[in-house]
T-cell receptor, first 113, second 111 residues
Framework: KNQVEQSPQSLIILEGKNCTLQ??????????LRWYKQDTGRGPVSLTI?????NTKSNGRYTATLDADTKQSSLHITASQLSDSASYIC????????????FGTGTRLTVIP | DAGITQSPRHKVTETGTPVTLRCHQT?????MYWYRQDPGHGLRLIHY???????DKGEVSDGYSVSRSKTEDFLLTLESATSSQTSVYFC??????????FGPGTRLTVL
């Protein structure tokens, strides 16, 4: 069964600290993996997208990694800011099938001063 | 929000009434999607469209219908709303099947 699991469900960190969010998936055949940021009351916004051949992708203070062998991805946030408080959603695309996007339930990050 | 608008942004309705949500895009993207988002669940696909008048069902399509008569508009209809359809609804668009840009969402409450 194609699934995407994220951990932790929620996380609270101090402003300025780093953190890492995890995504494990069983989707096959794999096409790409995206990390989205969703602010409260807003739609998700894409942070990074990685294909099978990419193992690292950065977007400012956000760095995503992908290990296609172990089917794991992580999103590392450096020097967190209050504006990083949001839900982070991992989405894995399959190459086949009509419904070929699989969503994780997200990690809720809260950055406190 | 990548040229996507949703209307209304908030709606409260009663069980048994019909409800139509509208998604409008200015990007001329081929693909349009309707999702619902509920606590404890990831975004779940309701219906999607791959062109004018071309639509297909998603994971949770029961109780919903869609129509796409123009490239820019994708309508989601709840023929007879139920309390289980209380949710936040997101429209998304994409040039390709694996590309998704999301709208701002519509919060629907069915009493």
């Amino acid at each position: 069964k194609n699934q995407v699991e994220q951990s932790p469900q929620s996380l609270i960190i101090l402003e300025g600290k780093n953190c890492t969010l995890q995504c494990n998936y069983t989707v096959s055949p794999f096409s790409n993996l995206r990390w989205y940021k969703q602010d409260t009351g807003r739609g998700p916004v894409s942070l990074t997208i990685m294909t099978f051949s990419e193992n690292t992708k950065s977007n400012g203070r956000y760095t995503a990694t992908l290990d296609a062998d172990t089917k794991q991805s992580s999103l590392h946030i450096t020097a967190s800011q209050l504006s990083d408080s949001a839900s982070y959603i991992c989405v894995v695309s399959s190459e086949t099938g009509a419904n070929n996007l699989f969503f994780g339930t997200g990690t809720r990050l809260t950055v406190i001063p | 929000d990548a040229g996507i608008t949703q209307s209304p942004r908030h709606k409260v309705t009663e069980t048994g009434t019909p409800v139509t949500l509208r998604c409008h895009q200015t990007e001329n993207h081929r693909y349009m999607y309707w999702y619902r988002q509920d606590p404890g669940h990831g975004l779940r696909l309701i219906h999607y469209s791959y062109g004018v008048k071309d639509t297909d069902k998603g994971e949770v399509s029961d109780g919903y219908s869609v129509s796409r008569s123009k490239t820019e508009d994708f309508l989601l209809t709840l023929e007879s709303a139920t309390s289980s359809q209380t949710s936040v609804y997101f429209c998304a668009i994409g040039r390709e099947k694996v590309e998704q840009f999301f709208g701002p969402g519509t919060r629907l409450t069915v009493l």
